[in-house]
């Protein structure tokens, strides 16, 4: 298994004066203190970028903010200089579907293994991520097991959470034909809440079921059902993310009780009915923008260019993924770009009403975990969101959503996850993939090994 962080005390400001700490079992070595200043500051919380900040991290976490000047460290502890650049939280995403594509191959279920799971969890933690919820497509025990093993500190990466197996009708879950089987079969209110006891045994952190006939191919999931599920998870303390395609849907399931979506309504635009519904029982949502994107992409997108793409994706990877665009059927993609126009509007009407949105991209034939999630961003603000506000979703709103206390934000007693930004993502929000190094619990991830070890992996 390839280790994916560095500690403080790798750092080259570190002075030679200083003793080296030894390595833990992982490879792993932990500066108790590192002062960080210079950078602009961009806490999380949508307040006013700091200039000329000093963060204090102290056995991984946060522990003092203030300005240059201001915040004195502890003897030994490093000054890491950052002046122009800009530090911002780590990034959560709550809708993944990691682990079954193993090295640029379609994707399979033999592909759902410890050794590829924790591929994409460096993947994400290079990309800035802290943490990340594989939202309904985690057969079998792994994804339980990896859970704990980060929790007790055995394990790096992004933090990983997991909704395990979502519910639906019989053959009717996920869209992908590959991760469909692994869903719960729905067909009576008893197996509704069987299921959502099971998974409330497990712990999951969230329960998700889809309401969704993929264009009239599959049964519908009944309100009767779903009422069962929102209510049974409700019983459990556990918040429930309804996967929906129409506007109707929508209007049911939230009536319904349930908390959040994995999608915006798609056959029609969110209405002013549907964003007053919402914002009254506080759901959120996340949009998803980038699965759209990918479902109207008919020729080589420009972002296949991008640097830091290239930095974890072989070009022939790009250039035969380049090649199977041209040959979709035109009727989907004239029904695709519809779909994005309803999803594009629908985010704009909902974010104006204050509508709780927060960040996820699903999955698509063009994803690149940890990178699809930063054209997300970008997708988001296009679609009239401010760099700002997106930045929120992305961190603070999608720590609360999880209930994570100790991450989200930027401030004492929460988890030193965060990102070292070369240019300020809130004057471009496509800043936010011009990084520099990232930190989870305290530890810089060695983004350079992990670069080096993806290029020189096998292609199929």
Known sequence: MLLCVLSLAALSCRSASQESAAPDDLGRTSQSAALFEGARLIVGDGSAPLENSAV???NGRFTRIGKMGEVEPPDGALRVELNGKTLM?????LHAHPG????WSPEALENYT???????LNRYAYYGFGAIVALGTDSGELAFELREEQQTGELGGARLYTAGRALGPPDAGSGNPVMR???YDVET???ARKSVQELAAKKVNFVKFYVDDRRKTVPKLRPELYRAIIDEAHKHALRVVAHVYSLSDAKDVVRAGVDGFSHLPRDEQADDELAA???EHNVFVMPSLS???AAITEQRPSWFDEPSLRETVPAAVLDRWSGSLAARDRSDLERARRDYANVQRGLAKLNAAGVRIAFGSDYSSLHIFGFSEHREMELMVAAGMTPHQVIVAATRTAADILGLSDAGMIGPGKSADFVVLAANPLDNIANSRRIESVYLRGQEVDRAALRSAWMAGPLR
């Open 277 to 279: 519904l919402m914002k």
């Open 291 to 293: 699965l759209q994107e």
């Open 56 to 58: 204090l991290v102290e």
């Open 189 to 191: 209110e008893e197996d």
């Open 114 to 120: 410890r050794e590829n799971l924790i591929d994409y």
């Open 89 to 93: 939280p780590a990034l959560i995403a």
């Open 181 to 183: 089987p692994i869903a």
């Open 100 to 103: 079954f594509r193993k090295d």
